[in-house]
């Protein structure tokens, strides 16, 4: 049953990470002359969101829910980017917003197991990316409900490591997540909010207390921190209505990119910060100097990630030990 079960998981990332292939080929396309598909063209932003990261997040959410219906988000969500690149945007679009229906009723039902303000965020997030994938399928903008869902399930998790603070602090956090869900309706004021949430982060994460850690520690600190300034600048772009390539991506992959370079379940290496330093680097060029340039260095940055990622991974297992991830932020 064990074996079974890592074999279907092992399955759905290899869907999520077709996804994300495509996903970044159609990026790429979209400055360079690249051959891509129809299909990795057009619909990058729901390859990268849904298909990529609906798979993880969904599949993270089902694990620690542990019902089996759960898993029908992941699997809509894999499919889902398969079924895009087949050329049937519609029938993929449709298993998307399935998928976010799925994943929002499972973070329901974690509400209702544990009632607090960290599930409730989980499931206000599970409903901005469900009003996104169907704004999307029929043909309205979409992206700000997904700004939502990031910020909202990112938030929610670093409220986690945060939630021995003051009734009063959380209650802030409280007013910035009610605000952020409706403030998709108002780009302009999703950019103030998205501000003030990573001024709570700056302020309320316990990052700023492991930045004189070493290892694993120290190196999640500054992954995360990076990306609540990324959170920033997103913010007061679009709070201000400039940039909007720039604004995008700093939050899609200065912020939420740099939470995966966070969070990922890795033994530490030095060399991780190869991977990090060249993401935010080009993504500072890509803000500042060259869009095409600096998409090069994020697909680079991506690219080197995974390919030191799998490496670690590889060499704990090829060594005998038993794959450790150092306690961090």
């Avoid at 077709?18 to 970044?24: D, E, H, K, Q």
């Avoid at 403030?183 to 004021?189: E, N, Q, T, Y």
Wanted: one cysteine or more; aromatic letters at 12%.
């Amino acid at each position: 049953m064990v074996l079974a079960f890592w074999r279907w998981r092992v399955l759905l990332l290899m869907l999520a990470f077709v996804s994300l292939v495509f996903g970044i080929a159609g990026g790429l396309a979209r400055l360079t002359p690249i051959p891509v598909s129809i299909g990795a063209l057009a619909l990058h932003g729901p390859l990268m969101v849904s298909a990529f990261f609906g798979t993880l997040i969904s599949l993270e959410r089902a694990a620690a829910l542990e019902r089996a219906w759960a898993y029908a988000a992941p699997v809509c969500a894999g499919l889902a980017g398969v079924v895009l690149l087949a050329g049937l945007p519609q029938e993929g679009l449709a298993l998307m917003a399935l998928a976010a229906a799925i994943y929002t009723a499972a973070a329901i039902a974690a509400v209702r197991r544990r009632a607090s303000l960290e599930t409730g965020t989980v499931a206000g997030g599970g409903l901005a990316w469900l009003v996104g994938n169907l704004a999307v399928l029929i043909g309205f903008p979409a992206v700000p409900w997904w700004i939502a869902f990031f910020a909202l399930t990112i938030g929610s998790e670093r409220l986690e490591r945060s939630r021995e603070r003051a009734p009063a602090v959380r209650m802030s956090f409280l007013l910035i997540a009610s605000a952020l869900f409706a403030a998709p309706l108002m780009p302009s004021f999703l950019g103030v909010m998205l501000v003030l949430l990573a001024l709570w982060l700056f302020a309320f994460d316990v990052a700023r207390g492991t930045l004189r850690a070493d290892q694993q520690p120290r190196y999640v600190a500054l992954c995360l921190l990076a990306g609540y300034f990324w959170l920033a600048a997103g913010g007061v772009l679009m709070a201000l209505s400039l940039a909007y390539d720039a604004a995008l991506h700093a939050l899609f992959l200065g912020f939420v990119f740099s939470m995966v370079f966070a969070h990922a379940p890795l033994p530490y290496s030095r060399l991780l910060y190869l991977p990090l330093v060249l993401l935010h680097g080009s993504l500072a060029v890509r803000v500042l100097v060259s869009r095409e340039f600096g998409a090069w260095g994020n697909a680079a940055a991506l690219a080197l990630f995974i390919a030191l990622a799998a490496a670690l991974v590889l060499s704990r297992a090829w060594s005998g030990r038993p794959k450790r991830s150092a306690p961090g932020p």
